[in-house]
């Protein structure tokens, strides 16, 4: 099975020979991984087409996002480019590493009440209304809170990620050709 790389839903020869152009000058891509299209033609399905290239940018210095308030077939999209790490908000979780499985199944195991009719669609909905929350509780309950400034993120350089990516870069070439000029530039 082929996948599309930058969110796309069809890979194309044009596709293929843009990614591999982008892979031979070292280039990156980003994307939101959201529709940019709007198809008028109800038989068209919105597909992502709007995309950036880039080269020696570090990736935490890059933020993408969706414009919404221009309305035609084309949603546009922004990048903002800073001298400094963007801090990303984290992606919040219900569990961690830390979570104690025992006492939530103990937990669902207790709470749960299995004696719920099921007869209307109403009664469908409220069911699993109920289960999410018990879900909920139970992660949160056995779940400890996390300590903020505990862990701080060790971000690397731009300057000393770039050498690191030409090392692998050097490593692979010298995987595929085993030359001794490889070999040289690598060591």
């Known amino acids: 099975m082929i996948t599309t790389n930058w969110g796309s839903r069809l890979t194309t020869p044009k596709g293929r020979n843009l990614l591999q152009s982008i892979t031979n000058c070292n280039c990156l891509y980003i994307s939101t991984g959201e529709p940019t299209y709007w198809p008028s033609d109800p038989n068209k399905t ?6 950036f290239i880039y080269k020696s ?4 210095c890059i933020q993408i996002e ?22 990303k908000p984290k992606t919040p979780r219900l569990t961690s590493p830390k979570t104690d499985w025992n006492a939530f199944r103990t937990h669902i195991d207790v709470i ?3 004696n719920i009719k099921l007869k209307q669609p109403d009664d469908i909905d409220e069911a ?13 309950r056995s779940t400890p809170p996390e300590i903020p400034g505990k862990n701080p993120i060790r971000l690397t350089p731009p300057h000393i990620r770039e050498i690191v990516t030409e090392k692998r870069r050097a490593r692979n070439r010298w995987q595929r050709n085993r030359s001794r000029i490889d070999k040289r530039v690598y060591n």
């Open 46 to 51: 919105p597909d992502l087409l709007d995309f």
């Open 66 to 87: 969706t414009n919404w308030d221009l309305s035609s077939d084309h949603t546009p999209i922004i990048v903002t480019l800073t001298t400094h790490t963007i801090h």
């Open 128 to 140: 699993v209304n109920y289960i999410t929350c018990l879900i909920q509780e139970a992660a949160w």
């Open 112 to 114: 749960t009440n299995l």
């Open 57 to 60: 940018i570090a990736t935490n």
